[in-house]
């Protein structure tokens, strides 16, 4: 489907790998495992895994928690004995997580552009109030929508719902923001425009339909809608 821009009057984003760089997180497993960067993909997808199964079992608990399950099965799987206490220290890094470059101008293009601009996360209300600080985007956005407030993660239709209802936007109005692959499709199922940053120049996945419109950064997005 094509990206049409004359139906959209409200842009959400997603949060973690489309506003601030999870793979951040690997610099704080550095100085305390070997070999970093299996045990961050671990942790990362083992994250994303408990909040699918989360919302098909009843199982819901904050973000942060899931977060913090999915590195001790990580450390665990990868042989790696650490404290509570410094399994928190690097836990805490998605506090302070890299802002990608293009974040906080390519938001203020839009928002100048006369776009209502929220964040729609499956972070905790905390972790997104550090967020939202650390990438200096708090006079650029309106809101953030939390998972937290229905309790169920993305890709649920109800989470991108909500965020309709809070946004106050007809759902077909809004374009969703994301790197994350089933963030695209959960937007596009519940009604919206799924538009998917692709920093990387990675494939599209092959299962599902293709992105109302794929973009490089939020600049392109801005360019897209002339703004």
């Known amino acids: 489907m094509a990206f049409d821009t004359d139906r959209v009057s409200t842009i959400t984003f997603d949060s973690y790998s489309t506003l601030v760089d999870v793979d951040a997180a690997e610099k704080a497993l550095a100085d305390r495992v070997a070999d970093p960067e299996p045990v961050s993909r671990l942790w990362r997808a083992r994250s994303l895994e408990y909040t699918f199964v989360a919302n098909q079992i009843d199982a819901y608990q904050p973000f942060y928690e899931m977060n913090r399950d999915a590195l001790q099965y990580a450390l665990d799987a990868h042989g790696v004995d650490l404290t509570m206490e410094e399994r ?131 600049y392109d997005l801005a360019d897209e809608l002339d703004v």
């Open 88 to 218: 928190d220290d690097i836990l805490a890094v998605y506090h302070e997580l890299d802002v990608f470059d293009d974040v906080r101008d390519g938001i203020e293009r839009l928002r100048d552009g006369g776009y209502g601009c929220y964040v729609v996360s499956n972070g905790n209300p905390e972790m997104l109030e550090s967020m939202v600080e650390h990438a200096d985007i708090g006079d650029l956005i309106e809101d953030t929508v939390s998972a937290d407030e229905i309790r169920m993660f993305k890709p649920a239709a109800a989470l991108y719902r909500h965020a309709a209802g809070r946004t106050g936007t007809p759902i077909d109005e809004i374009a969703h923001v994301t790197a994350g692959w089933f963030d695209v499709m959960g937007a596009q199922h519940a009604g919206m425009q799924g538009v998917r940053v692709d920093r990387k120049g990675a494939p599209w996945e092959t299962f599902g339909g293709e992105p109302d419109l794929t973009v490089e950064t939020f």
